[in-house]
């Protein structure tokens, strides 16, 4: 992996003050994957203290009934809830129908469900565990939600990022991780390069629509993510690495700031640590692996190639992303 000075501009952004937002989100309608915890659930919480109607994707029904009665006691917030495992691409889709049903448009989608696994799980998709939740789903629901948000005046899509793409590890011939011994930060770092490079490409073809897409880093956060992994890692991370993370109250405000601020109303296609604009590494910018990982996603998760023009023309059927010609 090559490195240039760019690379080392996640130090300066984590330093840096971060930027806030106060505009309101009364009369907004947000969709947040991930909400019964971390980050998922801390911009759930702004998101309501600012007024938005929220929808949540969660898998755990009682998690997110717990986050949802959270969210009205605390906020008064509209909120409404949808299950779905993302380990399960029909799952998905049931739940991109399920929130086709409760609204005709959208204003914001934050995906922040995700996860991280020191060991290798294939979905009964047949995917690696961690490339599908943390990428491919995210996709499929972006995909299958996005005339939604062109029917808003200014939908954003934000894909929760990380860091973590840093460490590589993204092999268009071996997704899965067939064919060379499974390591649990580089898949995590493949699934998260896969999301930038689709977020660059998608916000390519959302030209002219309005709708503006990016990927951020939600800063390095104390959350429940790693708590699948086995009792020394997680010793570990408890024991050491929490020390060094932060309360995931300023991924919330950082994801606030993102769904509405008024001088982002432009801005696509870019990452940001937490509020700051930064360059990701620079294997995320291959272009070449770039049209590759975007055709390779459509096809993982069934979409037709023509896709996106279908759903920009208008002629999107949304249910199962084939045209209604
Ligand atoms: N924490 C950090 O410092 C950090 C840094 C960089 C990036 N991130 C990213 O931030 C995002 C949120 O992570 P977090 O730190 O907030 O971790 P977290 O507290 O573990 O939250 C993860 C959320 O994802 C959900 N989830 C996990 N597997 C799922 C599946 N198969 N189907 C549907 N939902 C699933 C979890 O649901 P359950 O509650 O049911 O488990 C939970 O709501 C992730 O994309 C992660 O990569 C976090």
């Avoid at 998709?125 to 996005?146: C, I, K, R, S, Y």
């Avoid at 490079?197 to 800063?219: D, Q």
């Amino acid at each position: 992996m090559k490195y240039t000075k760019d690379d080392l501009n996640f130090l300066k952004a984590r330093r840096a003050e971060q930027h806030v937002s106060t505009v309101s989100m009364q009369g907004k309608t947000c969709v947040i994957s991930g909400a019964t915890s971390g980050v998922g659930l801390e911009a759930s919480k702004r998101l309501a203290k600012g007024g938005a109607e929220l929808i949540l994707v969660c898998r755990d029904a009682k998690k997110a009934d717990n986050a949802a009665s959270l969210l009205r006691n605390d906020h008064g917030a509209k909120v409404h809830v949808v299950t779905a495992d993302f380990s399960c691409l029909d799952d998905v889709r049931r739940a991109a129908g399920q929130i086709r049903e409760m609204t005709d448009s959208l204003d914001v989608l934050i995906n922040s469900a995700g996860l991280h696994c020191t060991r290798r799980h294939l979905t009964r998709d047949g995917n690696e565990l961690v490339f599908q939740v943390n990428h491919v789903a995210p996709f499929l629901m972006t995909m299958l939600l996005l005339d939604l948000l062109i029917k808003s005046p200014q939908g954003r899509i934000i894909q929760v990022n990380s860091e973590g793409h840093r460490f590589g590890g993204l092999n268009l011939n071996d997704l899965d991780w067939t064919k060379r011994p499974y390591m649990g930060l580089r898949a995590y770092g493949s699934s998260k390069t896969a999301q930038i490079m689709t977020v660059m490409v998608l916000s390519e073809r959302l030209k002219g629509t309005g709708v503006t897409i990016n990927a951020m880093h939600p800063g390095g956060v104390r959350t429940n993510i790693g708590n699948n992994n086995g009792i020394l890692y997680r010793a570990w991370l408890r024991g050491i690495v929490w020390h060094f993370l932060k309360d995931a109250a300023i991924s919330g405000e950082a994801l606030y700031y993102l769904s509405n601020a008024e001088e982002l109303a432009q801005t696509s296609g870019r990452y940001f640590f937490l509020t700051q604009d930064i360059k990701p590494m620079a294997h995320a910018m291959d272009e070449q692996v770039r049209a590759a990982i975007w055709e390779k996603t459509l096809s993982l998760t069934g979409l037709p190639f023509e896709f996106l023009n279908g759903a920009i023309g208008g002629q999107f059927s949304g249910q199962n992303g084939y045209r209604k010609t």
